[in-house]
């Protein structure tokens, strides 16, 4: 039986990370903690900083990547194309305000540092980008993806998943690395391909899939058809140097445009559990309590600094715009914190020398500090604001 051999070495983890998922889970639930908070502290229990019985966080981490992909998915299939283009000015313009606003505090703040260019940029980047993950569950727990404020956060999330692209290819020019053409010729493709797709759902407004019929009769087969629609187009899309997660969601946004798709959400929330959920596991174990120990004050000052200018940064750009301030706010605080692809720049900074070891570990830090935070502090003000995101 070599299938089995080394099963209990496999089966021991899972068994153990799912107890104190449900443990955990119970006694947050009963406090009425949103679930994103219980995973986050199994991952700095069960991580290296604790008990170190999970390991391999590279693996967990790839894993936490599909959660994302399937998650922004599902968000495609519930999302309003015609709101989502009504709203262009707020996700585009509003995005593209908000992180120039964010180099802008961040230069003023490097200059008295005399921070070189490339780390002022890097950090500017790092602090504009909120977590799509963190965010799209909270409003999905709360049934407020729907709502005038939902859309709003969500069209910038996603602007803000496109601009990544754009991130990545300015740091490497600022740390030396010289830029395919190819990639770039690649991306512009894979942009208008996306553009042109929308353009047809649009005019089309209903498409069908192939057996459509066929499979809504077999169960076994949805799975199946589900996964390969949603991570087809993720490949696509990374295939053109682009963010999986919006090729997800761009798959998600044709899939709705069909006649029937409950199905393939049944089929998919299992999945969606289990990936999204070890998504914030990995986000605990990265969190080194050594690390935030040795330097509690600064990292303390760091995560509440960006809490701060981010829902201050993105209320200014929705008021703006002309939300109501209650809106807006709420809006800014839902965006306040730093997002899972700040990991990516970090990273690239590092390997670029744009940063140091220390920097690195201050920016990992604060980044997995302010998604365990960020729901308690989205709380806070919905509550301090008495706002209604369901008010038009």
């Not at 443990?23 to 994103?36: C, H, M, N, R, Y």
């Not at 990992?364 to 369901?390: G, H, M």
């Amino acid at each position: 039986m070599p299938l089995l051999v080394g099963m209990q070495e496999l089966l021991g983890p899972i068994v153990l990370i799912s107890a104190v998922v449900m443990a955990v889970g119970f006694l947050l639930k009963i406090f009425k903690q949103p679930s994103v908070i219980s995973y986050i502290i199994v991952g700095v229990v069960l991580g290296p900083s604790v008990f170190g019985v999970a390991s391999g966080s590279d693996d967990i981490s790839a894993v936490g990547s599909l959660g994302l992909v399937l998650l922004l998915f599902l968000v495609g299939m519930e999302m309003s194309l015609p709101k989502l283009i009504a709203n262009w000015r707020i996700s585009v313009i509003g995005t593209f305000l908000q992180v120039v606003i964010s180099l802008l505090v961040m230069w003023g703040l490097g200059v008295y540092l005399g921070w070189p260019v490339a780390r002022i940029v890097m950090l500017g980047f790092v602090l504009a980008l909120s977590s799509t993950a963190v965010i799209l569950k909270l409003l999905g727990d709360w049934n407020e993806m729907q709502t005038r404020v939902g859309q709003n956060v969500i069209g910038v999330l996603l602007t803000q998943d496109v601009l990544v692209i754009v991130m990545l290819v300015v740091m490497n020019y600022l740390g030396g690395t010289a830029i395919e053409t190819w990639t770039v010729v690649t991306q512009v493709a894979g942009l208008v391909a996306v553009a042109v797709i929308l353009f047809i759902i649009i005019k089309k407004k209903h498409i069908h899939l192939p057996f459509e019929k066929h499979i809504a009769r077999d169960n076994e087969l949805q799975v199946f058809v589900a996964l390969t629609t949603c991570f087809g187009f993720a490949m696509l899309a990374e295939l053109a140097h682009l963010s999986a997660a919006l090729g997800s969601f761009i798959g998600g946004i044709i899939v709705s445009s069909t006649a029937s798709t409950k199905w393939i959400q049944k089929s998919l929330h299992a999945f969606q559990v289990i990936f999204v959920s070890t998504f914030f596991v990995y986000v605990g174990m990265i969190i080194d309590l050594s690390f935030v120990w040795e330097n509690v004050w600064l990292i303390a000052s760091l995560v509440v600094s960006v809490f701060v200018l981010n829902t201050v940064i993105n209320t200014l750009v929705f008021v703006a715009f002309r939300i109501p301030w209650r809106q807006s706010v709420y809006a800014g605080a839902l965006l306040s914190q730093v997002g899972e692809f700040s990991f990516v720049l970090g990273t690239v900074g590092l390997s670029q020398n744009i940063i140091a070891e220390y920097t690195f570990q201050l920016i990992i830090s604060t980044i997995a500090l302010s998604l365990f935070l960020s729901p308690a502090w989205i709380f806070l003000n919905k509550k301090l604001l008495r706002c209604d995101p369901f008010e038009n």
